[in-house]
């Protein structure tokens, strides 16, 4: 008895109190979504609202119980939580039903159920036992391929089940694996890799390959090789024009990529030669990134050109603005923009929003459920709701880095990567500024499945932090 009322009189209510504003708040919208003015806005239990408050009455009953339950819980069935996650998450690839293009529910009658949801608790809870073992370290490989195992097989499940958005997910964990120590090279790595994903889209292939092997040259010129700088870029030059020259004697189209590619393959080879005699380290680790970076940006383009699907690359296009498609992909993000744009600064008003009301944006409960909010509420609600995720979030890591355990402060880093991915990927792609990937906005989304699993995500970290003065292994 006096460990339930520790437990609750530990729990830090102001995290609460934000959490029941957003709820609040989210299903309001779903109503305004939903609102007919013929039936007067009655809600019934068939209605998305009222489906939502039943989810929401369930997770009240939920939260009680997790408060409740033991912090050692949580660690010593970790890995048997993500086990059986894993599990589901395969049944669900074979048995489960295709919506919106993926394989990724159970359904039972009117029930729906997405296991996506939950495995993103698993592997935080996971994730945050390995690393919080008293022998971790991030250099050691046999930590990274358990780290990895974490992060990349559910994503890469998921991925399989065509769910795009959630599979994205997953890589917020790295952002957790910054806090713990990993090397800023990895960082540099994903902005570079983040650069030339884009620019591989904007521009042809031939010119960022050449635009990279001139960084290379520039680079051995600068480290006081100047001689082998112009070698290199005679070398290329002569190896392309040869292969340029037989292709065009043997009638083979092709184009310039091969040719360069060709040319550089050479100089690689020369350097390498010279990297072993001469002993130039420094060379021979930009060789390594030279042929990294080109062989990341022409896998990138031939992903884009033979991997995905039409309605994928297209949406990628109109985001970029390389395409204009109003009345096609780009319909859903257009009547987004223009719906919270019509909002103005105050908003239309709740339940007054035409856009909201005769159904312009689809997915508007789910989805793209912000532009209700810009819509109804404007530019002043807009802010609240960004700043009160922003609260929420700068009060998980706050309570966080005050944990006793590594445990608990791993695990409330992943609580806060992944409330941050959804928040922002949502948020972007409502206002055009990110792919429309279908990710849901926490506590906003019309849907049992997430709810839950953002309430679950967030109440186990806050039963942790009540028993944060113990060291929890």
Not at 277 to 287: D, E, F, M, N, Y
Request: aromatic share 16%; proline share 3%.
């Amino acid at each position: 008895m006096r460990a339930t009322i520790r437990s609750y009189k530990n729990t830090d209510w102001l995290t609460v109190a934000i959490y029941v504003i957003l709820v609040t708040f989210g299903w309001l919208n779903i109503y305004a979504a939903n609102f007919d003015p013929e039936s007067n806005g009655s809600i019934t239990l068939a209605s998305e609202p009222g489906k939502q408050l039943v989810w929401i009455g369930l997770s009240a009953i939920m939260i009680g119980v997790l408060l409740l339950i033991d912090s050692k819980f949580f660690v010593e069935f970790s890995y048997i939580f993500f086990g059986i996650s894993v599990l589901l998450l395969i049944m669900a690839l074979f048995f489960g039903v295709e919506i919106n293009g993926a394989r990724a529910w159970f359904k039972i009658g009117s029930i729906r159920f997405q296991p996506a949801e939950l495995t993103k608790v698993a592997a935080s809870l996971a994730l945050a036992r390995v690393m919080s073992r008293y022998n971790f370290r991030m250099s050691k490989v046999r930590y990274l391929l358990k780290m990895g195992l974490m992060v990349f097989l559910p994503a890469l499940i998921i991925l399989m089940q065509n769910d795009t958005g959630s599979a994205l997910v997953y890589f917020a964990f790295f952002l957790v694996f910054f806090r713990e120590g990993m090397s800023p090279v990895v960082l540099f790595l994903g902005v570079l890799a983040a650069i030339l994903l884009i620019a591989s889209l904007l521009y042809p292939t031939i010119y960022l390959l050449l635009a990279i092997f001139i960084l290379f040259v520039g680079y051995v010129y600068l480290s006081k090789q100047k001689k082998l700088a112009v070698i290199c870029a005679g070398i290329t030059a002569a190896g392309f024009i040869f292969i340029y020259g037989i292709g065009k004697i043997i009638n083979w189209d092709s184009g310039f990529v091969i040719p360069f590619i060709g040319g550089v393959a050479l100089t690689s080879i020369y350097l390498l030669f010279q990297v072993l005699i001469k002993r130039l380290p420094g060379i021979g680790v930009a060789l390594i990134l030279l042929w990294g970076m080109m062989g990341y940006t022409y896998s990138t383009h031939y992903f884009f050109e033979s991997v995905l699907s039409d309605y994928q690359r297209n949406r990628i296009l109109v985001m970029l603005g390389l395409e204009d498609d109003p009345q096609g992909v780009g319909y859903n993000v257009n009547q987004s923009k223009i719906a919270i744009g019509s909002g103005g600064f105050y908003g239309k008003g709740f339940l007054q929003g035409t856009q909201t009301k005769f159904d312009f944006v689809p997915e508007q409960t789910t989805d793209f459920i912000f532009c209700t909010v810009g819509e109804e509420w404007g530019f002043l609600g807009t802010s609240l709701v960004i700043i009160l995720f922003l609260t929420l979030l700068l009060r998980i890591i706050f309570l966080s880095e005050r944990q006793h355990s590594d445990f608990s402060r791993i695990y409330g880093y992943s609580v806060a990567a992944i409330f941050f991915m959804h928040i922002a990927i949502n948020i972007g792609m409502t206002i055009g500024l990110a792919p429309v990937i279908g990710i849901p906005l926490p506590f906003f989304s019309y849907g049992g499945s997430s709810f839950w699993g953002f309430t679950i995500l967030l109440f186990i970290f806050l039963k942790l932090d009540t028993n944060r003065a113990e060291l929890i292994r």
